[in-house]
């Protein structure tokens, strides 16, 4: 989900591993012919959506020999393997008052059981996979917080408390090492299992061996940046009075480049970095204070011309198909980008619909939370500003339901001025609500779309 403002644009499976591109390419008995294809091997069973020759997307890796899901993570070994996707959190919770005895946090009801606790640690990021202990029932406890210090905490009623259980070796998991295709200053990494698998690893600036993300620059060109960059913001600056524009991170590399959205969010511009900054601030040269240590600040530099970052294509969409995937042109073959739906004349994702079955729903405006009357009988949605907004809305069938999130689609209306927004309780009245910051438009929401009208998916092993 992409937020500005407030202003909420549903990317289903956006922020998780259904989010790994997909390597779709030509078949031969059902298989696909280019290198860059994503499969299964002995142990790891590759999993899609199909909606037909052109409208499959990688869903998951399924590890037949554990029995679970798994995506890939740098483990504690440092190697790529296919780690467990349900895991229980083991990060900031202790059983004692020195803060040395982890425990495991975990959902009393949860949606998706597992016998796994995962405990990660930054720079370079890796995780640990635990067993679980027994189940404890603590009187009290504790966690460092942001200040460092072990201090108690309340004791959350809805959760369930585990033992940390040893360290399982990272070796009972399927390790992946590197492929790489390179043309043209980009390259396209694999990720190829020990039990012959293949999976997507990322796009890499070859020029500059880093890690790159394809994004659209002012001149519409799309071109892929590198992953380390930080984020210019018009209240930072890299110096104390405020003058010199700085960009700011927290993330554990230098960063390599320095990108400025647009006001909606969208197309950027990138720069060149200089050295961290000893004294940031933050403010108005009128009103301008020390900004700290955290984030770190950089200045920033001249602005990058688009041909100094490796240009990405789209390759042109198939005839005749209502779903397709969307892919990038890449070394070894394309790699897909998302799922298109040609009859509704949007990009869709692959979610639960308001039927329980699985659908290409829209990429849509939402959720549907917001009320113009106080009443709470019309309801409106936002949407950063420029371009076209989706033309539909998407809502929870069950606001309540804490698992199955099954969604209902609607058509966004016309876009109208709210003089003051409300929100329906947990009680059911209707109450006040702050309106969304920043650059947002406000739309009326329409009437609920049948989900018969969105393709179901069909389960596909390999």
């Not at 996707?85 to 004692?96: C, G, I, N, R």
């Not at 659209?216 to 984020?231: H, Q």
């Not at 890299?238 to 990108?259: H, I, M, N, S, Y």
């Not at 003089?419 to 739309?443: E, M, Q």
Request: net charge neutral; proline share 9%.
């Amino acid at each position: 989900m992409l937020c500005v403002g407030g202003a909420c644009l549903l990317l289903f499976g956006a922020c998780s591993s259904d989010a790994t591109p997909s390597a779709a390419a030509p078949v031969v008995g059902g298989v696909s012919t280019l290198p860059v294809a994503i499969r299964g091997g002995a142990r790891l069973e590759a999993r899609f959506d199909s909606f037909g020759p052109v409208g499959e997307v990688f869903r998951t890796f399924y590890d037949t020999k554990l029995g679970i899901e798994c995506h890939m993570l740098a483990a504690s070994d440092g190697a790529t393997r296919c780690l467990p996707a349900a895991t229980y959190s083991a990060e900031d919770v202790f059983s004692d008052a020195s803060c040395e005895t982890r425990l495991v946090v975990a959902p009393r009801a949860p949606c998706k059981p597992s016998t796994f606790a995962a405990a990660t640690t930054p720079c370079p990021s890796t995780t640990k996979i635990h067993a679980l202990a027994g189940e404890t029932r603590p009187a009290v406890v504790y966690s460092r917080g942001t200040t460092g210090e072990c201090a108690p905490q309340p004791i959350d009623v809805d959760t369930t408390y585990y033992g940390l259980g040893d360290e399982v070796p990272p070796t009972e998991f399927v390790a992946t090492k590197p492929k790489v295709f390179t043309d043209e200053g980009l390259s396209t990494v694999m990720l190829d299992g020990d039990d012959g698998s293949r999976a997507f690893g990322v796009f890499r600036d070859a020029k500059r061996n880093a890690d790159c993300t394809p994004r659209t620059l002012l001149d519409e060109s799309v071109r892929c940046v590198p992953v380390d960059a930080a984020t210019v913001a018009s209240v930072v600056f890299a110096d104390a009075q405020c003058a010199v524009r700085g960009a700011a991170t927290v993330a554990c590399k230098e960063p390599l480049v320095a990108v400025e959205a647009d006001a909606c969010g969208g197309r950027a511009k990138v720069f060149a970095v200089g050295p961290r900054v000893k004294s940031p601030s933050s403010g108005t040269k009128a009103a301008c204070a020390p900004l700290g240590s955290s984030p770190r600040v950089y200045p920033v530099g001249g602005e990058l011309a688009p041909a100094d970052l490796p240009r990405v294509f789209e390759v042109p969409p198939p005839r005749d198909y209502r779903i397709y995937e969307t892919r990038w042109s890449a070394p070894g073959g394309p790699i897909g980008k998302g799922l298109y739906d040609a009859e509704k004349q949007t990009e869709c994702q692959v979610s639960l619909a308001e039927d329980g079955k699985r659908r290409c729903l829209p990429t849509s405006l939402g959720p549907v939370s917001a009320y113009a009357d106080a009443a709470c009988t019309r309801a409106v949605v936002f949407a950063p500003c420029g371009g076209a907004p989706s033309p539909f809305a998407y809502e929870y069938a069950d606001p309540n339901a804490s698992c199955s999130r099954n969604l209902r689609i609607r058509k966004r209306g016309v876009k109208v001025d709210v003089p003051s927004l409300f929100v329906r309780g947990d009680g059911g009245g209707c109450a006040p609500r702050a309106k969304p910051t920043g650059a947002v438009d406000s739309y009326e929401v329409g009437e609920t779309v049948p989900a018969a009208e969105f393709v179901e998916a069909v389960d596909l092993k390999r």
